[in-house]
């Protein structure tokens, strides 16, 4: 089980609700409300806030390029899209990080459960997002031990010009994508081992959502809201 106390399926339902709303938003009003409802859901999911920085790393060089193509029409306006970005991906990042892999296939094939009835391949779909969200902090922590090995070959991932620095952490990509893919491999042989797909899934807990957990959902439905409508 994950280290979380939230049904997962509430937190799956809490980030497409606030993912939505991150769309609806339009100003930086609605941005600071976005990022603080963020926070919130970092701390209920008891995620380690730091981590939680520093796995949106790679994604910060990505951002710096989409503040860079909207100079033209202004800084600003680039600063914008690229803290929706940034704050879409870290409420993934939040609930990949708090929860099991399969603690994911199961909720998600729960909340799918009713397309079973028009032959929905709902397991095989629940699996896939399962282990592309665990990917996220995997990738991480392949991409530290990248650059840890190659600033002890006195790579300069820090100095430079941005052209230099670009130049220096292609040397980093290019090992992770390709050590993604063995784990990829890997996971696809593990599976087939396991005679993955042979017959219907099934598990030994009977996942039923609590009033609780309705009221979460209602509660944060209900921000959502106030946050889209009003800011």
């Not at 193509?69 to 306006?77: L, Y």
């Not at 879409?88 to 799918?112: C, Q, V």
């Not at 095989?124 to 070959?153: G, N």
């Not at 390709?178 to 807990?205: H, I, K, N, W």
Request: with cysteine; proline share 3%; hydrophobic share 55%.
């Amino acid at each position: 089980m994950g280290r979380s106390r939230i049904d997962i399926r509430v937190a799956i339902l809490v980030v497409l609700l606030y993912s939505v709303t991150l769309f609806w938003i339009d100003g930086w009003a609605g941005m600071a409300a976005c990022a603080t409802m963020l926070v919130a859901f970092a701390i209920a999911l008891r995620c380690d806030v730091r981590r939680l920085l520093l796995v949106g790393i790679p994604l910060y060089v990505l951002l710096a390029f989409v503040v860079v193509a909207h100079i033209p029409s202004g800084v600003g306006e680039g600063l914008y899209y690229a803290c929706r970005i940034l704050l879409l991906t870290a409420g993934a990042i939040a609930m990949a990080s708090a929860y099991d892999n399969n603690d994911f296939a199961r909720a998600i094939a729960s909340l799918l459960a009713p397309f079973r009835h028009l032959r929905v391949p709902v397991d095989d779909f629940a699996m896939a997002a399962s282990i592309a969200l665990r990917f996220i902090p995997v990738s991480y922590d392949e991409l530290q031990r990248v650059a840890s090995a190659q600033k002890s070959r006195a790579s300069r991932l820090d100095t430079g010009g941005l052209v230099v620095r670009l130049k220096a952490w292609a040397n980093v990509f290019i090992p992770v994508i390709v050590g993604l893919f063995r784990r990829a491999e890997v996971l696809a042989g593990a599976m087939d081992s396991r005679c993955y797909g042979a017959g219907p899934r099934t598990s030994l807990q009977d996942l039923s959502l609590r009033p609780v957990d309705v009221l979460c959902i209602a509660f944060a439905a209900l921000c959502c809201f106030a946050v889209g409508y009003f800011l």
